[in-house]
């Protein structure tokens, strides 16, 4: 059912006779302004009030509304009431939300004794508000931000990146990911190097360690996780790690000693018996100041 439009215009055939006041200059109105719903600020036109109202009237009364006297004598006379309620508010000039502008309409219809007319009108803003929240609620699962990893554009992951930073909460009562997830895309732009991603979500979370020392281990964890991706040269989630360790381990040792950076003596050892002893849950331990320490040096 369509009554009002916010951008409507006097619509052929429906005949609204506006009062004298509202055919003067539109100088009269020129200090006045409408604010919408999308923050756009419009002049102020009392003939689009009489429109939703006609076509509130359409709504109950059926298209023959339109060529009824009575009808064009009852919204001019009720739009009058409108402007004049507004106005009174700001004789000076102002501006006008539209919800007021509709909210005017609806009381006059009510007073006027149209009680049909007026529920048609309510029921017709509760079924556009609730179009603007459906829309609203598409826009913001859509991804709006996308990022650039190994030369390819591609939509950031924003459940990946919250089940990263709830990861690295886990068992911390007192850390919120939810802070540390709107630091983070809040300092984000479209385009942003995925390096630069796990960055802002440590400082997000580094800068909340003065709040609370729990941050400190929040963003030791999440240093650890571009720590793994560097090292193993793939993403490796905490629980991951266990079974990492003791594959990666020999490699580490080997690769080593093949770039004469460790002692070839190290490669006699049992390496599949050492990589399975070291024991990942160990990494919670680190705050910090001292992951990032071990890892400077």
Avoid: W
């Avoid at 339109?66 to 064009?72: C, D, E, P, Q, V």
């Avoid at 507004?86 to 009381?107: K, N, S």
């Amino acid at each position: 059912m369509q009554i009002a439009q916010e951008n409507a215009t006097v619509a052929p055939g429906f005949g609204v006779a506006l009062p004298e006041a509202q055919r003067t200059a539109a100088s009269v109105y020129a200090d006045y302004k409408v604010i919408r719903r999308n923050g756009a600020v419009v002049g102020f036109e009392p003939a689009k009030i009489s429109v939703a109202m006609t076509k509130a009237f359409l709504a109950v009364n059926g298209s023959q509304g339109a060529a009824s006297a009575r009808i064009r004598e009852l919204v001019g006379g009720l739009t009058d009431a409108v402007v004049g309620a507004l106005l009174r508010r700001q004789p000076q000039g102002g501006t006008f939300h539209i919800e007021d502008i509709q909210d005017q309409v609806e009381l006059a219809l009510m007073r006027s004794g149209e009680h049909d007319v007026a529920r048609a009108y309510v029921l017709y803003r509760e079924e556009r508000t609730r179009a603007r929240l459906q829309e609203k609620a598409a826009k913001q699962v859509e991804p709006g931000l996308h990022v650039v990893e190994n030369g390819r554009r591609q939509p950031l992951e924003r459940d990946a990146l919250r089940a990263v930073i709830e990861a690295a909460c886990k068992g911390l009562a007192d850390a919120s990911p939810e802070a540390i997830l709107e630091t983070t895309l809040r300092d984000l732009y479209d385009g942003v190097p995925m390096d630069e991603v796990r960055k802002s979500a440590v400082l997000a979370a580094r800068a909340l360690i003065e709040k609370d020392p729990a941050y400190s281990f929040v963003t030791a964890r999440l240093l650890l996780d571009t720590i793994r991706l560097e090292v193993l040269g793939d993403p490796a989630s905490q629980a991951e790690m266990e079974g990492r360790y003791a594959e990666y381990f020999p490699q580490f040792i080997e690769r080593g000693i093949a770039a004469e950076l460790l002692d070839p003596e190290l490669g006699r050892f049992d390496l599949n018996r050492l990589g399975k002893a070291l024991q990942a849950r160990r990494d919670l331990q680190f705050g910090y100041l001292g992951l990032q320490t071990l890892y400077d040096r």
